[in-house]
């Protein structure tokens, strides 16, 4: 039976199967660490019975006012356990995380050549809200989707409305 467990230091030097997705985006220790310390809620594992860490999510809360929102950094689950539900699972629990925490929505930013995981998002009720110019930087720039799913406190949905033209990075709020 899978966990659902809280992240911690010692997952550090468990989650290197897990990143070699090339879609993966990869951090620095104190990166992980900082997400760890400052939003420990929101940093979450998936493990195998034999102890395998099966995927991760690691997220924040930030934003105020209508702005205030539950942010995913990073979600990623190793090739092994794919299509067996565990990013929809890690993703509910930050959904519901933030709203305990009366987030108005949960943002990403995705690949826009990741289609996979794109139609994913929008399984889950997520849409794009807009799309970021050369966001993810390599041999080649990349534009992002920036997707969102409003959270019970945006009644009006306003958080969700798409913005008719792109944005760059220098842009984002």
């Known amino acids: 039976m899978t966990t659902i467990r809280p992240f911690t230091c010692d997952d550090l030097f468990k989650i290197n199967s897990v990143n070699l997705d090339p879609l993966t985006e990869t951090y620095g220790l104190p990166f992980y660490m900082q997400y760890l310390a400052h939003w420990p809620e929101y940093f979450q594992v998936a493990e195998s019975p034999s102890g395998e860490i099966m995927g991760y999510i690691m997220g924040k809360a930030e934003g105020a006012n209508e702005n205030w929102h539950g942010h995913v950094t990073a979600l990623s689950v190793a090739n092994d356990y794919r299509r067996l539900g565990l990013a929809a699972t890690l993703m509910r629990?930050?959904?519901?995380?933030?709203e305990k925490k009366h987030c108005f929505f949960v943002d990403l930013f995705v690949r826009v050549?990741?289609?996979?995981?794109?139609?994913?998002?929008?399984?889950l009720g997520y849409s794009v809200y807009?799309?970021?110019?050369?966001?993810y930087s390599g041999e080649v720039d990349e534009d992002a989707f920036d997707m969102r799913k409003a959270l019970s406190r945006d009644k009006?949905?306003?958080?969700?409305?798409?913005?008719?033209?792109?944005v760059r990075?220098?842009?984002l709020d």
């Open 93 to 98: 629990n930050l959904e519901e995380i933030s």
């Open 169 to 171: 990075p220098d842009e």
């Open 113 to 123: 050549s990741n289609q996979v995981a794109v139609t994913m998002y929008e399984k």
């Open 156 to 166: 009006e949905k306003k958080s969700v409305i798409p913005l008719p033209h792109p």
């Open 130 to 135: 807009r799309r970021v110019l050369e966001y």
